[in-house]
T-cell receptor, first 113, second 112 residues
């Protein structure tokens, strides 16, 4: 019974570079959300996608973008990386976009140097 | 005023104690109320989920919601060292956009 899978688990990037993070939701789940969690803080909402369409967006700059594929997997892209982008990036999977339980993956730890 | 306030702790209790974790919120549009547990360097894990005022019990965990006071609580009975983690309150809203909003988390340590 596969849960939410994220890749890679860790990566190190240099300032100004671009990064792509990937997420595969639980089978049958059609919604994926992305969160940024800085050490010592709660997760901050970045995006929610449902049926390949963006359904929610948090207060993040345009350097952050995402998309959802026909198989409901998703990618989060961050351009022009800043040191402050260093964080744990979490993907959450849910059945639909409505108020329903979200199940999180283990996250991708991004370090920008 | 922040939308969600949660005491970051750390909170240390002896094994077997009853633990009370709390969050206050200011946004009346919050519709659903959740508690997540997060172990170090892991993703959050859903513990409890409710949408109405009152109590909801699941094993050693009880979630309490008071919408009139904009206050939610999580009680852990007979706490165990394995309960040592960060506990995050979370809220779901469709006001403006669909999104979850999390508290900063309370670090709990249960001492054997």
């Amino acid at each position: 019974d596969a849960g939410v899978t994220q890749s890679p688990t860790h990566l190190i990037k240099t300032r100004g570079q671009q990064v792509t993070l990937r997420c595969s939701p639980i089978s049958g789940h059609k919604s994926v959300s992305w969160y940024q969690q800085v050490l010592g803080q709660g997760p901050q909402f970045i995006f929610q996608y449902y049926e390949k369409e963006e359904r929610g967006r948090g207060n993040f700059p345009d350097r952050f973008s995402a998309r959802q594929f026909p198989n409901y997997s998703s990618e989060l892209n961050v351009n022009a990386l800043l040191l402050g982008d260093s964080a744990l990036y979490l993907c959450a999977s849910s059945l639909a976009v409505g108020p329903t339980e979200a199940f999180f993956g283990q996250g991708t730890r991004l370090t920008v140097v | 005023q922040k939308e969600v306030e949660q005491d970051p702790g750390p909170l240390s209790v002896p094994e077997g104690a009853i633990v009370s974790l709390n969050c206050t919120y200011s946004n009346s549009a919050f519709q659903y109320f959740m508690w997540y547990r997060q172990y170090s360097r892991k993703g959050p894990e859903l513990l409890m989920y409710t949408y109405s005022s009152g109590n909801k019990e699941d094993g050693r965990f009880t979630a309490q919601v008071d919408k009139s006071s904009k206050y939610i609580s999580l009680f852990i009975r007979d706490s165990q060292p394995s309960d040592s983690a960060t506990y995050l309150c979370a809220f779901y809203t469709t006001s403006g956009t669909y999104k979850y909003i999390f508290g900063t988390g309370t670090r709990l340590k249960v001492l054997a």
